[in-house]
């Protein structure tokens, strides 16, 4: 939805607060989600199979070369619908080739992904609730999914849904016995356990996938609602008012899907929290007491009295495409079954505007993750004995607009889903020295970070939780459209517990790169860097998908994830 910018920029200040996780899991037993398993055990083996040894696996020189060629102002700033975004792709091709990567789709690297912008016209487009039209912008954000030049409601009746979740594997249904067809749905942020704090409900303080504002606009639709309404609050969403009106305005990129968009509900926007206590009041409803009891078991939706909605959307639309990268490097023994990297490779392009130096390079987000894909699958192409599972490289598109490559390769995989065993996210790897920890964004969500556990002991590293589970992280970068499949998925980074500095100095890197390079045409590569940190996270990725790639194990989410039944269901159909 095109809000990428904020949501990760208050990614990397939660960097700021990582040393309020404690020390819990620095010697590596009994922290959260970690389990032993076959998968575990099976890296510090697979070393020898892989023809890796404890030393360095991945080439940081060649990494180093990639960040530094992706980053050049030569890709104008990888912008997927450019000439920088043509010329991206192009050496992504050439480095597959080079490395000894097959075409992933059919004869081609390419996997096209159709896209459409849509920009509302303000001046022609309105919501209301209860005759009054809200301020564009300072009182709400609305839009369309519908890819229409005008679409209107009328007359909507108006349902309180508290948190609009259907979560069968938590016992909860905020839909339970209700019918919504045609009309407004009003839903808070998050889920119930950030608000209780208890553990016992959904993941506690730590969002599930239930939470994310996008689950909920999909919930919506499916309940046949007419308009779907979240009401924003800042700290369970995690990030201000502004982010919302400077993310979700102005033109938006989408993808271009078979039904327009149709399945949508006609309406999908966000309000000021003061706004809906407005609305509640004329309602004749405490907020306080309907948000309260949202929070509990057997909640029941709430009639907004005689509320009526109404609102019309008038959009220019313009249509391009761009394409996903993919490639693979087939397996020995069972070259059918997958095992998953992906980094999306564009960035923001040109800033026009700007006084002097106008290309955002992204020479962090996301040269390093494209870099890293890359040169993990090179040192699987290079290893003595084979992979016996295939090594499938997917650098996606347009996650700057709303992990649109990511989520066209979720709908539209190139090789059966069931058949990836797992798959690791490579995100911004902000250029550390070395650090003794490795962050797990969502961290205690698979048996993939068993895998890494492993390999990071053996190499005298700790993982450690991000330090705002509440806020949702791990639903925000690419991998999310696998996982929500069912894929188990790892999104790691390294650390800021600095081998030379310890986390004052990594506190103090990551503080300097958010004020003064995150998305800005100042993230350049710089030849001073110190990748050392980079290349030895990687070689901890490559390790992970090692444990997959020289086994026949396949990791599963841990007991009561959300994806866990989705993945279940997904591996039984296929035996």
Known sequence: MGSNAGLRAAFFAAFLAVAGCGDASKDGADAPGARATASGE???ANRSAAGATIDAIVDAEALRKRIETLSSDAFAGRAPVTQGGRKTRDYLIAQMKAIGLQPGVGDSYEQAVPLVEVALRPEQSFFAIDGERLAPRTEAVYWTKRVVDEIAFDDSDVVFVGYGVVAPEYGWNDYDGLDVKDKT???LINDPGFAT???DLFNGRAMTYYGRWTYKYEEAARQGAAAAIVIHQTDPASYPWGVVEGGWSGPQLDLERPDGGAGRAALEAWIQEDVARRLFDN??????????????RGFKAIPMGDLKASGKVVNSIRRNASANVVGVLPGDERPDEYVLYMAHWDHLGRMFGQKGDDVANGAVDNATGTAGVLSVAEAFAKADDAPDRSILVVAVTAEESGLLGSAYFGERPTVPLENIVGGVNIDAFLPTPPSKDVIVVGYGASELEDLLKTAA???????RPDAKPEAGYFYRSDHISLAK???PMLYAKSGVDLVAGGEAAGQAFAADYTANRYHKPSDEYDPSWDLTGVAGTHDLLYEVGAGMAYSDDWPNWYDGNEFRAL???MRAESQ
Do not use: I, S
Not at 283 to 296: I, S, W, Y
């Open 457 to 463: 002991t053996a190499r005298g590293r700790y993982l």
């Open 485 to 487: 499949k069912g894929v």
């Open 283 to 296: 309602a004749g409803l405490d907020f306080d007491a309907v948000q309260k009891a949202a929070r509990t």
């Open 197 to 199: 704090g208890d553990d």
């Open 42 to 44: 099976t890296v510090a």
């Open 185 to 187: 749905v009003v839903m």
């Open 567 to 569: 993945r279940d269901a």
